[in-house]
């Protein structure tokens, strides 16, 4: 890996843990010299994060629609902001530039930024890492209702193992670089007559 992307909230959450968590992963992503990319903001965890990984001498590649950059969100101290047309442009080339994925605490745009590049891993269109920054527990609750979906049979196991969870950005990191994709993808099955 040489760069990866982290989803993230634009809001800080109520708990200071999260942003504890935040500066935790931008200071470890710059420490192994791994550019962060991520949404371009300058606000809640996403800045948070973009202003650690900066601090600690890192790279950072942020991507934004110009309707939020033209808000004030943007963050002016980046390595890089790129600006472009949709939230669906920003997405593919967030996905483009990254060689591995993170999502940390956020809202729902964190989780649907989640689930489609899971999606995309899951039909064999990327195969790179996709894992889950768990800061205090907030991903435990996913967790259970994953396991309850590959349990009644929508979700194969192989494609649940896709995701790694861990606390500990730099163990997190340490799998994400010895990750191995599924062997197989998403298919659909003809259902029995």
């Known amino acids: 890996m040489r760069s990866v992307c982290v989803f993230c909230g634009s809001n800080p959450g109520h708990d200071p843990v999260y942003a504890a968590g935040a500066r935790a992963m931008g200071a470890e992503i710059a420490k192994r010299g791994l550019t962060l990319v991520y949404g371009g903001g300058a606000v809640g965890l996403m800045g948070i994060v973009a202003n650690a990984a900066l601090d600690a001498g890192g790279e950072v590649h942020g991507v934004i629609p110009k309707a939020l950059r033209d808000k004030e969100i943007g ?48 039909l064999g269109i990327h195969a790179k890492p996709l ?14 209702f994953l396991d309850r979906t590959t349990e009644e049979g929508f979700l194969k196991p192989n494609h649940r193992a896709m995701v790694m969870t861990d606390t500990e950005p730099a163990t997190l990191l340490d799998r994400m670089q010895a990750y191995v994709p ?9 259902e029995q007559a």
């Not at 993170?102 to 745009?109: L, S």
């Not at 894992?131 to 259970?144: E, Q, R």
């Open 75 to 122: 963050h002016i101290g980046l390595t890089r902001l790129e600006i472009v047309d949709t939230m669906h442009t920003r997405k593919a080339r967030m996905a483009e530039l990254s060689d591995g994925f993170i999502a940390m605490p956020g809202g729902i745009g964190t989780f649907e930024e989640l689930f489609e590049i899971w999606t995309w891993g899951q």
């Open 131 to 144: 894992a889950l920054l768990n800061v205090a527990g907030f991903y435990d609750p996913l967790a259970v």
């Open 182 to 190: 599924a062997a197989t993808y998403k298919w659909i099955e003809k």
